[in-house]
């Protein structure tokens, strides 16, 4: 059965439609109230976790502060009480405790002057604050989930819609998997597999990124080389995401598949007990190559498209996915010319990737259905 998925798009006609306006009717158009106004709990407990992303510092195309006020402002009106929220980073930069994390989101904008509520790093301090989730799945048994996550009573999940490095690209689900899991659980979700390839020119960039010093420099005939420790490697991909040579890769066929089944296992073990009491949006503006915790922003993919909400988290990245693939893209992407239409951008962006696996496994394990219905609002 399909799935609904709204879509307000961006043309604005007049200062009434501007895209605070457009997120008010599209919250409206989702049941937002419905699924967040207080129940089964006394209305001064009923928190609910707002999920975003703060953005890595030099990074500038993450959800806007001003657009997340208007989320949280709906969420207050429905008698809950919003918190904004995310977790601890695996590489350590920005990001990788709760005191700098927190910092990082003030500086971005998101304080709570702001955006009208308080900000909680899910996982702690240093992102020890985490329970298991059983959920008896291919690759896990359980999952390591945030505290602040699980104590919610509801969840509003805003996700910008971009490319991955590795999973091709980032939406809901993947804000749900890495976002709301603690260091543990984004070590689970990552693979140990990178190799360096015979295309490395010594260049140092990944050395110097790497949190875990597992690469260094060799002198080689003709130069020097990278190579890497295996031992000290937890798999956060940094690397991968700053070679300008594409010389750092995956030693195994199936790991990028691999990768995208662990990732959805975590979103799947996120959502898991607030069934009912959840709402997704996603905000296809500023679509770039790389995710948020890049720290710069590349120039766009395809011009922006708007802004989509769904009950389905699985329809919901589905329809951002067509979308996207059907809009002209704004620059030469791998073999394709400018303005060229009907093809994967992401893995065209990232040829390894397989980013659409993330929605077909979804889907295998009854998370959300791959066809829906777009009702524009």
Same mark, same amino acid.
């Given at each position: 059965m399909a799935s609904t998925v709204y879509w307000a798009k961006l043309t604005i006609k007049n200062p009434a439609d501007n895209k605070l306006a457009k997120i008010r009717r599209i919250c409206k158009a989702v049941g937002l109230e419905e699924h967040v106004k207080p129940f089964e709990v006394a209305p001064e407990d009923q928190v609910v976790a707002v999920k975003v992303h703060f953005g890595e510092r030099g990074n500038d195309t993450y959800v806007h502060p001003t657009f997340v006020r208007e989320v949280v402002d709906q969420v207050r009106a429905c008698g809950a009480k919003p918190f904004l929220t995310d977790t601890c980073t695996l590489y350590k930069a920005c990001r990788h405790n709760g005191v700098d994390h927190l910092e990082t989101a003030y500086l971005h904008g998101f304080t709570p002057y702001v955006v009208n509520a308080p900000v909680v790093i899910a996982d702690g301090v240093n992102s020890h604050a985490w329970r298991e989730v059983p959920i008896n799945l291919k690759h896990f048994q359980s999952v390591k989930i945030a505290d602040g996550i699980l104590s919610a009573n509801a969840m509003v999940v805003l996700s910008h819609f971009k490319g991955h490095a590795f999973g091709g690209f980032g939406g809901a689900l993947k804000n749900l998997a890495m976002g709301c899991a603690p260091h543990e659980g984004k070590i689970d979700q990552h693979g140990r597999n990178i190799v360096i390839m015979d295309n490395c020119i010594g260049c140092g960039q990944c050395v110097k990124i790497c949190p875990q010093q597992a690469l260094s420099l060799v002198k080689v005939e003709k130069g020097r080389r990278c190579v890497i420790d295996k031992e000290r490697c937890f798999g956060c991909y940094e690397c991968m995401s700053v070679c300008k040579q594409g010389a750092i890769g995956i030693d195994l066929p199936n790991e990028h598949a691999d990768f995208s089944e662990r990732m959805?296992?975590?979103?799947?073990? @996120? +959502?898991?007990?607030?069934?009912?009491? /959840? %709402?997704?949006?996603?905000?296809?503006?500023?679509?770039?190559?790389?995710? !948020? *915790?890049?720290?710069?922003?590349?120039?766009?993919?395809?011009?922006?498209?708007?802004?989509?909400?769904?009950?389905?988290?699985? @329809? +919901?990245?589905?329809?951002?996915?067509? /979308? %996207?693939?059907?809009?002209?893209?704004?620059?030469?992407?791998?073999?394709? !010319? *400018?303005?060229?239409?009907?093809?994967?951008?992401?893995?065209?962006?990232?040829?390894?990737?397989?980013?659409?696996?993330?929605?077909?496994?979804?889907?295998?394990?009854?998370?959300?259905?791959?066809?829906?219905?777009?009702?524009?609002?």
């Open positions: 959805v296992e975590y979103a799947y073990g @996120a +959502l898991k007990g607030k069934e009912g009491r /959840l %709402v997704f949006i996603n905000f296809l503006m500023n679509i770039t190559p790389q995710c !948020d *915790c890049a720290g710069w922003s590349d120039p766009v993919l395809v011009p922006d498209i708007g802004i989509l909400a769904s009950l389905d988290p699985v @329809a +919901l990245d589905t329809a951002c996915f067509d /979308l %996207v693939k059907d809009t002209p893209s704004l620059r030469k992407i791998g073999e394709h !010319d *400018c303005h060229s239409t009907g093809y994967d951008k992401f893995q065209a962006e990232h040829p390894n990737t397989r980013g659409y696996h993330q929605v077909e496994y979804a889907e295998s394990i009854g998370m959300g259905s791959r066809e829906y219905e777009l009702v524009n609002v």
